[in-house]
Nanobody, 115 residues
Framework: QVQVVESGGGLVQPGGSLRLSCAAS????????VGWYRQAPGKERELVAT??????????DYADSVKGRFTISTSNTKNAMYLQMNSLKPEDTAVYYC??????WGQGTQVTVSS
């Protein structure tokens, strides 16, 4: 059983920054891939960023729309994950979800970018 909880969402002005956190507990030892997703009103859920740890090598991948602005990271113990979001745009407004492994989702946290 894996429990995942996001936090850190809120209202921010365009050009601002926000850091999302994701806390995981339970059987996470064998989970090597984690990710952030988002869903805007009326749209499908989309991938934002993924982080894969294979041995001593880490891989991060990003959606084109957030490359250069967002950074995904994890704690060494893998029980926490973060998404640093800079230069935020109104089109980044969405509910952001973290996912551990194939199917362990959090409940989501709202990010609103508006002046």
């Amino acid at each position: 059983q894996v429990q995942v909880v996001e936090s850190g969402g809120g209202l921010v002005q365009p050009g601002g920054s926000l850091r999302l956190s994701c806390a995981a507990s339970g059987s996470i030892f064998n989970i090597n891939t984690v990710g952030w997703y988002r869903q805007a009103p009326g749209k499908e859920r989309e991938l934002v960023a993924t982080f894969t740890r294979l041995g001593y090598t880490n891989y991060a991948d990003y959606a084109d729309s957030v490359k250069g602005r967002f950074t995904i990271s994890t704690s060494n113990t893998k029980n926490a994950m973060y998404l640093q979001m800079n230069s935020l745009k109104p089109e980044d407004t969405a509910v952001y979800y973290c996912k551990y492994g194939d199917d362990h989702w959090g409940q989501g946290t709202q990010v609103t970018v508006s002046s």
